[in-house]
């Protein structure tokens, strides 16, 4: 015991603590010039080249009429379209725009975004420990990914305990109805001249849980005709349906949730898209981002009014979710305009704060896209149904992907 407690404060005061002092001290100097607002001169150099900030004002307001346009336009396709057939949500044109759509989508987080936020994260600019050190970008985008199958579920159990506490008071209500009917007893069909025929008058109508039984009934038969191939209106004997659709309440919860999560997953990109292009002073960075963001801005749009339409939201939800999304990049851009004589996009501040929140958003759009978008609609019965349509959206998918992928050569 005595040796050990010799030998402890020679390690402590000779090697050990010494190595503490010095992690310490590093640490704070890493803290401290991770948090600078110095540009780095390498960047900046290069970013002078081309700088024109009379031009580059110019090119940011036709930005941001372009995008927004763009945006709007995409969004409201699917919403006004729905009262039209083709561009209805359940038509094979509509399935096709959208596996287009998801492929730019899944295009945008993996080939736009994710590399420029690793980029961010391991500029030089940034000190090599502990950002040079580990692959945070993936990290966070990993993270963000599990966090929105977190969300999804949790959103999903939330609004599926809502439909159901609505359709038990549904149904508690039916039933109190009911049996007020029920209280009058027998309702006659026909006249008392007619007893002998059983058909034409001695026939007797139940009014009350036995009406409500055969409600449910005829409802549960009329779904298993669906199931076997005869459809309402079509081939089944009867043209109407009762009661409550569980099958389209469960997709339309989906829907809720997948079009509340995808657009967090594209603001949060599009608010630090519109930022830098609003910081810039460069027309060489801008221009070529212009047609670029326009494009992909147009296309998320049309992915997210498809999930919007597709979650059956009133007039006001539907306008508001749409509002937020087409405006985001737009506004984006202009509080870059305000911002641009104070903030400095090549400091490391502005390197960890961009490289973090574009990691988060690529996870975000990778996962939905992934997930909610493409095995969604493809793995679902009616693509693996129809040959032709499978075709046609495999094509699509592709063909999305490859030319938002093209863009990373100009933007």
């Known amino acids: 015991m005595s040796f050990l407690e010799d030998l402890l404060p020679v390690l402590w005061l000779g090697n050990f603590g010494g190595r503490i002092q010095g992690y310490s001290d590093s640490f704070v100097q890493n803290v401290s010039e991770s948090m600078s607002n110095?540009?780095?001169g390498t960047s900046g150099e290069e970013y002078e080249t081309c700088r024109d900030e009379s031009s580059a004002l110019i090119l940011k307001l036709v930005a941001i009429s372009a995008i927004l346009i763009s945006g709007v336009c995409g969004v409201s396709i699917p919403l006004v379209g729905k009262k039209h057939r083709f561009l209805r949500t359940d038509s094979n044109l509509f399935v096709v725009a959208k596996a287009f759509a998801a492929g730019v989508i899944l295009?945008?987080?993996?080939?736009?975004?994710?590399?420029?936020?690793?980029?961010?994260?391991?500029?030089?600019c940034l000190p090599k420990f502990p950002w040079s050190k580990f692959p945070f970008s993936g990290f966070i985008a990993m993270m963000a990914a599990l966090a929105t199958l977190l969300a999804d579920f949790v959103g999903t159990q939330y609004y599926e305990r809502k439909h159901e506490k609505k359709g038990q008071s549904a149904v508690v209500n039916e039933d109190e109805s009911s049996d007020s009917l029920s209280e009058t007893g027998i309702v006659p069909v026909g006249t008392k001249g007619n007893s002998g025929n059983e058909e034409e008058g001695g026939g007797m109508h139940i009014v009350g849980m036995h009406a409500h039984a055969a409600y449910h009934t005829h409802s549960h038969d009329?779904?298993?005709?669906?199931?076997?191939?005869?459809?309402?209106?079509?081939d089944s004997p009867h043209g109407h349906s009762h009661g409550i659709d569980t099958g389209d309440d469960e997709s339309?919860?989906?829907h809720v949730v997948v079009s509340q999560v995808l657009e967090l997953g594209i603001v949060s990109h599009s608010v630090i898209i519109g930022l830098s292009l609003g910081v810039s002073h460069s027309?060489?960075?801008?221009?070529?981002?212009?047609?670029?963001?326009s494009?992909?801005?147009?296309?998320?749009?049309?992915?997210?009014?498809?999930?919007i339409?597709?979650?059956k939201f009133g007039t006001l939800q539907s306008t508001i979710m749409a509002c937020f999304f087409a405006l985001t990049t737009p506004m984006g851009i202009a509080l870059g305009i305000g911002i641009a004589s104070v903030y400095n996009a090549n400091s490391p501040r502005a390197l960890i704060i961009e490289g973090i929140l574009d990691s988060i958003s690529a996870g975000i759009l990778v996962y939905m896209a992934l997930v909610d978008l493409i095995a969604a609609d493809f793995l679902s019965k009616r693509m693996s149904s129809n040959v032709r349509l499978q075709i046609v959206s495999y094509v699509a998918l592709f063909f999305g992907a490859a030319l938002m992928s093209l863009l990373a050569v100009w933007a």
């Open 283 to 293: 027309p060489c960075t801008i221009r070529p981002l212009i047609g670029a963001l």
């Open 107 to 124: 295009a945008t987080g993996f080939v736009h975004i994710l590399p420029d936020a690793t980029s961010a994260l391991t500029d030089s």
């Open 222 to 234: 009329q779904e298993q005709g669906v199931r076997e191939g005869f459809y309402p209106g079509r």
């Open 252 to 254: 339309g919860v989906r």
């Open 38 to 40: 110095i540009a780095c």
């Open 309 to 311: 339409s597709q979650a």
């Open 295 to 307: 494009f992909h801005q147009f296309f998320e749009g049309f992915a997210l009014g498809g999930c």
